[in-house]
């Protein structure tokens, strides 16, 4: 099998003229690929190819096209009305609806139209690229090549290799992706490819604490997008995407992991599709939209600070130094003593569990204990955890003390880890999970999810950043006391934690 992603008369079938489709199209013409889209729907490929051109002509507007590149790329687009004109393709990409049926027709049919050497690429996000070729003639030459809405912006392309893909075939892909303009990584066949894989550790979590009550839906939006640095709350993320899109995503990757604990669905997901609270797209989801604009509860005014003494734990020497620090600055009346005053308001920074266990194992009255979230940097929103019993007062004075310098404070009810520590932890485990399954490299998994889902930063990165050993801390501490094995740790991140490597690192 001869391929060469760079040869000058390289043609490309592009299979949907739906966004990504046309997206896919757009990038190959971008390429300087001559492009061939078909879709069984003749007006969609003519009102895709108008898309496209009105898409170089805001490009050159803009000027991030000439004139003549635009023209050029323009010239590259060919409707056809038949698959039967894709027999002289070089490859063709699938762009069709998720169905395994409908894929497999499309296949089949291709295979008695194109040569033996042409490379079938499809699109699917969810798909096994191993069951789609299955049933091929040449399952050899079926890879999976995923692109990410909308195309032209996102810059990170999966290639997928099934179990008898030949590595000829996503070598090709592989240059193909990044004549595109794409940032092409490798992954193996798994449920949810690498990138909504990882996904699935920041909604899925988010559900489950809303659904046990920690936080509310704004709440839990705003300690990620503030605290973590996340562009946007998981809740917000999943309006976006809509719940209908989701959801089925997600149920789909936890039945092909069958019933892997760590990708287990929320019933608050499915109910609320059922319910019809789609997202933006319906003009309610986990929030309502207005003209487009989403409408959220404003932050209630924090009570003032009572001037009581506070008295901080040391179990966490960098967390002591850390609030310590912030309490300086902000002129609190520190207890010094080994042991607090009985009025003094005590502060924990529990790792894994909640403020209640912590409040136990110190010897501290629970009703005068307050937990704050460390993970992160407390310089943009600082995240208080109550035990049941803790006094109101003391809520009011932890909660005023701690937003004195206007700095914003989210109050939440006791949890086996605070609501960035679970759903971060979450996203490192899974990330762990890919690595020691040698789906793909460390280096590919980081860059994946930061261009493919734009976290601040990859798993395995995020893990580094906020230490390793933390991490585990924080899943063995979740896993023993809820006993629920989606927290138990992998043993990737468990060997690279106990030995003080870093995640991003291989195996000699």
């Given at each position: 099998m001869t391929l060469d992603a760079t040869q000058d008369n390289l043609i490309v079938g592009v299979i949907g003229a739906g966004a990504m489709g046309r997206g896919i199209a757009q990038v190959a013409a971008t390429g300087g690929c001559s492009v061939k889209l078909f879709d069984t729907r003749k007006e969609a490929t003519k009102e895709a190819i108008g898309f496209i051109e009105?898409?170089?002509?805001?490009?050159?507007?803009?000027?991030?096209?000439?004139?003549?590149?635009?023209?050029?790329?323009?010239?590259?687009?060919?409707?056809?009305?038949?698959?039967?004109?894709?027999?002289?393709?070089?490859?063709?990409?699938?762009?069709?609806?998720?169905?395994?049926?409908?894929?497999?027709?499309?296949?089949?049919?291709?295979?008695?139209?194109?040569?033996?050497?042409?490379?079938?690429?499809?699109?699917?996000?969810?798909?096994?690229?191993?069951?789609?070729?299955?049933?091929?003639k040449n399952p050899e030459r079926v890879a999976g090549f995923h692109f990410f809405n909308p195309v032209p912006l996102m810059k990170l392309?999966?290639?997928?290799?099934?179990?008898?893909?030949?590595?000829?075939?996503?070598?090709?892909?592989?240059?193909?992706?990044?004549?595109?303009?794409?940032?092409?990584?490798?992954?193996?066949?798994?449920?949810?490819?690498?990138?909504?894989?990882?996904?699935?550790?920041?909604?899925?979590?988010?559900a489950h604490l809303f659904s046990e009550g920690v936080a509310s839906f704004v709440e839990v939006d705003r300690i990620m997008r503030d605290a973590a640095g996340f562009r946007m709350g998981p809740f917000e993320l999943m309006d976006l995407t809509a719940i209908d899109v989701t959801h089925p995503a997600t149920d789909l990757i936890y039945q092909q992991f069958y019933h892997e604990a760590r990708y287990r669905p929320s019933t608050l997901m499915n109910t609320r599709m059922e319910a019809g609270f789609l997202g933006r797209k319906t003009g309610e989801g986990f929030y309502v939209?207005?003209?487009?604009?989403?409408?959220?509860?404003?932050?209630?005014?924090?009570?003032?600070?009572?001037?009581?003494?506070?008295?901080?734990?040391?179990?966490?020497?960098?967390?002591y130094e850390q609030i310590i620090g912030i309490l300086n600055k902000l002129n609190a009346t520190i207890d010094e003593g080994e042991e607090p005053d009985d009025n003094s308001l005590c502060i924990v920074s529990p790792l894994g569990i909640d403020a209640?266990?912590?409040?136990?194992?110190?010897?501290?009255?629970?009703?005068?204990?307050?937990?704050?979230?460390?993970?992160?940097?407390?310089?943009?929103?600082?995240?208080?955890?109550?035990?049941?019993?803790?006094?109101?007062?003391?809520?009011?004075?932890?909660?005023g003390l701690?937003?004195?310098?206007?700095?914003?404070?989210?109050?939440?009810?006791?949890?086996?880890?605070?609501?960035?520590?679970?759903?971060?932890?979450?996203?490192?485990?899974?990330?762990?999970?890919?690595?020691?399954?040698?789906?793909?490299?460390?280096?590919?998994?980081?860059?994946?999810?930061?261009?493919?889902?734009g976290y601040p930063h990859g798993p395995l990165g995020f893990?580094?950043?906020?230490?390793?050993?933390?991490?585990?801390?924080?899943?063995i501490s979740i896993f023993e006391m809820t006993g629920d094995p989606r927290y138990r740790p992998t043993p990737w991140l468990r060997r690279r934690a106990l030995l003080g490597l870093s995640l991003l690192t291989t195996e000699t």
């Open positions: 009105g898409m170089f002509n805001r490009a050159v507007e803009k000027e991030r096209m000439t004139i003549d590149e635009a023209k050029s790329a323009v010239g590259h687009l060919h409707a056809t009305s038949s698959m039967s004109d894709f027999s002289d393709c070089h490859v063709i990409i699938e762009a069709a609806v998720e169905n395994l049926d409908i894929k497999r027709k499309i296949f089949a049919e291709l295979e008695s139209i194109v040569a033996d050497d042409v490379v079938l690429a499809s699109n699917t996000s969810s798909l096994s690229i191993t069951t789609i070729a299955s049933k091929c392309v999966e290639v997928i290799n099934g179990i008898r893909t030949n590595p000829k075939v996503t070598d090709f892909l592989f240059e193909l992706g990044k004549r595109m303009g794409r940032v092409p990584v490798r992954v193996a066949d798994a449920p949810g490819f690498l990138v909504n894989q990882v996904g699935r550790g920041y909604t899925i979590e988010a939209y207005e003209g487009g604009k989403q409408q959220a509860p404003e932050e209630k005014k924090a009570p003032n600070y009572d001037g009581r003494a506070v008295w901080v734990s040391q179990v966490h020497v960098h967390a209640t266990t912590a409040a136990i194992e110190e010897g501290l009255n629970p009703e005068h204990t307050i937990a704050i979230d460390t993970l992160f940097n407390l310089s943009l929103r600082r995240t208080l955890m109550k035990t049941p019993v803790t006094d109101p007062a003391y809520t009011k004075s932890a909660h701690f937003a004195s310098d206007d700095t914003p404070v989210t109050v939440v009810r006791d949890s086996t880890g605070f609501v960035s520590q679970r759903i971060v932890a979450m996203i490192v485990n899974i990330g762990c999970s890919i690595a020691q399954s040698g789906a793909a490299t460390p280096e590919d998994i980081d860059k994946a999810v930061m261009l493919g889902l893990g580094d950043t906020v230490g390793a050993d933390r991490i585990l801390e924080i899943l």
